[in-house]
């Protein structure tokens, strides 16, 4: 910064820039960060209902695969502390939080297997896609954003990959020639956003000019980033949360064995029998076959 610029930032300037740096490192030590405008979220109403249409894009320049899997845990304990904190499970790496659900699970008692599955990974996908329409937010529309979704809308891929009679022709819903507009149809159901009337259009390019088309795959956002490693605290730093949200103490290590995803019988020994905790509805495990597949194609 030369002088010149030093001046024209004094006063209110200065003070805002000064405040706009001391916010985002007070999200920071708080552990929050601020919302990725990177990513698009669909807009329901007060009933919970909402419409938008999507196309799912192909996979970014110098990357083979259209979609990141992520998992996480969110829950409060006994503290009133929340743990929400990306899974090094993602990474092929050991987590404290699965660890201890495997002891849990492995007590036999009921109450802790409830508490398991109260606790246990959420997974996510991140893909890249392009609004075609949004009503609720038209600013949106021809816009490359990333957006993550869950297993009901993985069931919608899976099924336009893999379609279950022979008459139904499969689509490769990522292809910018060849797949389908996607039609998100949000319902509010027990409280929950319910995605099951969601449907594929028939198949269609995204556009009939290629160049439109490469203009807009060149806008695509890497999906890499979210699984490097720099994004994920260390085991100890996620262990130290962890203790510190149940207000326990480890008494053992753990043994931990990656290829069950679960520790040996040697496990981890908690001081708070108490423990309670509340958790979002959590989407299970699926298999990526149909992603695989698409990887190889």
């Given at each position: 910064?030369?002088?010149?610029k030093?001046?024209?930032m004094s ?6 820039a000064?405040n ?8 920071q ?24 249409i999507?196309r ?6 110098e ?5 990141v ?13 929340w743990y929400?904190?990306?899974s ?11 660890e ?42 021809g ?6 979704y869950g ?51 028939s198949?269609?390019a ?20 979210f ?13 130290d949360?962890?203790?510190r949200?149940?207000?326990?103490e ?5 043994v ?8 040996e ?26 992603f ?6």
């Amino acid at each position: 910064m030369d002088f010149s610029k030093l001046k024209s930032m004094s006063g209110k300037k200065s003070m805002e820039a000064l405040n706009a740096e001391l916010s985002k490192m007070a999200n920071q030590d708080s552990g929050k960060k601020g919302a990725d405008e990177r990513f698009w979220t669909p807009t329901v109403d007060k009933s919970g209902n909402g419409y938008a249409i999507i196309r799912f894009l192909p996979p970014p320049s110098e990357e083979d695969v259209p979609f990141v899997r992520l998992y996480d845990h969110g829950f409060q304990g006994p503290t009133g502390l929340w743990y929400i904190e990306n899974s090094l499970t993602t990474i092929g790496k050991p987590d404290p939080v699965s660890e201890y659900n495997s002891k849990l699970w492995n007590s036999g008692v009921e109450s802790d297997k409830e508490i398991a599955r109260k606790q246990k990974r959420r997974l996510h996908f991140i893909s890249n896609i392009y609004v075609v329409a949004d009503s609720a937010k038209p600013e949106n529309e021809g816009k490359v954003f990333l957006y993550k979704y869950g297993k009901k809308i993985f069931e919608k891929l899976n099924e336009a990959m893999n379609p279950q009679f022979a008459d139904e022709e499969s689509v490769n819903p990522f292809d910018l020639w060849n797949g389908a507009n996607f039609k998100l149809k949000i319902r509010n159901v027990e409280g929950y956003r319910n995605y099951d009337r969601s449907e594929f259009d028939s198949p269609s390019a995204l556009s009939e000019d290629d160049s439109e088309l490469e203009r807009i795959w060149k806008l695509e956002n890497s999906l890499q980033e979210f699984v490097n490693e720099s994004n994920f605290k260390s085991y100890e730093q996620l262990k130290d949360r962890l203790m510190r949200v149940l207000n326990m103490e480890q008494k053992q290590e753990p043994v931990y064995r990656p290829e069950m995803d679960i520790p040996e019988t040697k496990q981890p020994e908690f001081s708070n029998t108490n423990y309670q905790v509340t958790s979002n509805n959590d989407d299970d495990d699926e298999s990526l076959e149909f992603f695989q597949k698409l990887a190889n194609s």
